[in-house]
């Protein structure tokens, strides 16, 4: 997995900014050929830790190793071979798409040949080609999310940063994105990616890496996630019948109250349970018109973790 | 981000590893001037600088009409007025250069580049002293008219030139270092401003304020013209055809030692471009020892110096200090202009370089990643 030559390792990394402690004990692992989600809510650290690991931001205590370089001694090394794409997006609103690739490509020490042929390759991967030559204050914000993507790829690094890449992106581009990503994995990069989109993740991510409050609270893998106890959603004609055929088969249930539809929750432990419950529905002439998993996988993790939702 | 199209991660991108400075410098600079000119508002500025220049040179022309050494004066003036309005305009193209890139998200995107902060701020202000140089040119037209009605040596006219784009330069130096220590555009933009008002405004004050502590009760010997009491009639008038005389005189005094605070001028931007022009003095008619009807010396020198000539010989008289005995032979030679003794302006330009330099390491200092410390409600992206 994991060596001194690829991929993301931070040891118990803490960061304060005054008297606020952004980052308390964090511990992440990206390994190479692998898409990582690190996922928390609002304010948990995730774009501290995003900055660290992209040489930006020194910690104050713990150690991080991107791609076996120490970002506060080795930075250039660093920079190097990392792509980053911050959560905010900079413009320069009078440069155009291929100027702007260009222009950082010559900051990555590319030559005008090569950073030219990689900017018009980029922006073909992106959907961005029409805009090549226009400004870039043209661009929506869905547009400008593709070109600093691009352009945090422009140097073709080992590493990737993304901070809420699918921010702004329309259902199409997200498509994109995830096949972007996924490609990217399976060509050895690292790829770190942090949402809120927690179905996104799903489809993306291998693994993620929970952080509340500046702590790592969790990291598991994808396949973890699947087979860990969640929670589905049941709909029948009548409702009636299905709360009697739960309340007999011993199954405990509730109403759902956060959606428009009336539907019972119902928690299992394992797909096995689920199919199990299905069937034996079925059999029973429970007329079933719905039945899925409430969330992702990912979502029941977080919702698990309910360290510190306010 | 079509699938069929994936960057071709195989082939190896990267070729060259390293970035070399002058190249980091020149994309940065690209950058900037590229973003100025497709802009407007350098091209307003522009135009309003070419008004203002051209409204203050047809006006001094139609004033000056009977003046001699008109072209003297109306170069001295367009000088003096390039170099007053560049201070006013380098700031404002100088002092947002990195803050302003940090407010729009852009500065972290540099930041994670092979570029080093010396690399930022050296194109930085490259690019706002090549857009306030620009103010500079489009001033020629009124120079080389200045020029073309004689007065002025070559030599005086490029050495005016350089020492008003070395000042541009300085100052925008300054603004680059500011706008990477401040947070704010606007904040870093008034303060340097205030920083370029203490040179220009603040030397003076100071320099008239401390008058008053090198104060020191000397005994003065002056000479003056005047008509001998024997030549006045009742009423005070001089009889017709009586000559003057010089009369020296003695007193007890309080005179300000201004040789030694004259250094405290030096850092003014007008002081140091007027120390550093050669004027011509050389070229005055020799003085006659004959005195006039009026009984001041003959043959001149009536020689109307202008604005930056005069501000030259303030500096050289306050360098020189008060002569403390003025016998009827120096009387005459004080008319003519003051010879330059020490050149005050090195030292000037080294305090101003001094200021820059300091302003522009503390802010590659705080523009050097990773950041240890941030400035208090700051945000690296």
Redesign the interface.
Known sequence: MTNERGGIVVEGVARS??SVQAVRDIDFEAPPGEVTALIGPNGSGK?TLM??M?????PDRGTVRVAGFD??TQ??QV??R?G?M??????????TAL?VLT??G??????AA?RSR?AE??L????LTEFGRR?ARVLSRGQQQ?LS?A?A?I??PEVLLLDEPASGLDPG?RV??R??LR??AA???TVVVSSHVLSELDEIADRAVFVSRGQSVKSQTLDEAGSQMRRYYVQAEPMSALAAALQSYGVRYETRGDSRREEFLVQLGSTAEASWLLRTLVLGDVVVTAFAPAGGALEETYMSLDTDRR | MSTATEPSTPQPVRSTTGLTFWSAVRTVFSLEMRQRLRGKGWYWMLGIWFVVIGFIFVLATGVLGTTDNEGGILFDLVVGFVLLFGLLIAPGLSANAVNGDRAGGTLAILQVTLLTPGQLLTGKWLASWVGSLAFLVLSCPFIFWALALGGVNAQEAIVSLLMLAVELGVVCAIGVGVSALANRPLFSIVSTYMLVALLAIGTVIVFGLSTTLVMEERTMTTSYYTYPESSLDATGTPDPGAEMECVTQTSQGMIPRTEYIAWLLAANPFVVVADAVPYSVEDLPELDPATDAAGLPQGGPYYTPGIMETISQGVRAAQAGPDVEQSCEELAESLRPLPQETPIWPLGLGLQLLLAGVLLLIGRRRLTMPAKRLAQGTRIA
């Open positions: 900014f005054g774009t900055l660290m992209a040489s930006l931001l020194a970002p506060v930075p250039a920079r190097s990392v980053w911050p959560d905010t997006l900079g413009v320069w609103e009078s440069l100027e222009t950082i010559a900051l990555y020490g590319m030559g090569d990689r390759e980029l073909v991967a992106v959907n400004p593709r993507l352009r790829l140097h073709d581009s994109e994105l096949s972007l490609s990217l060509g050895g990069k």
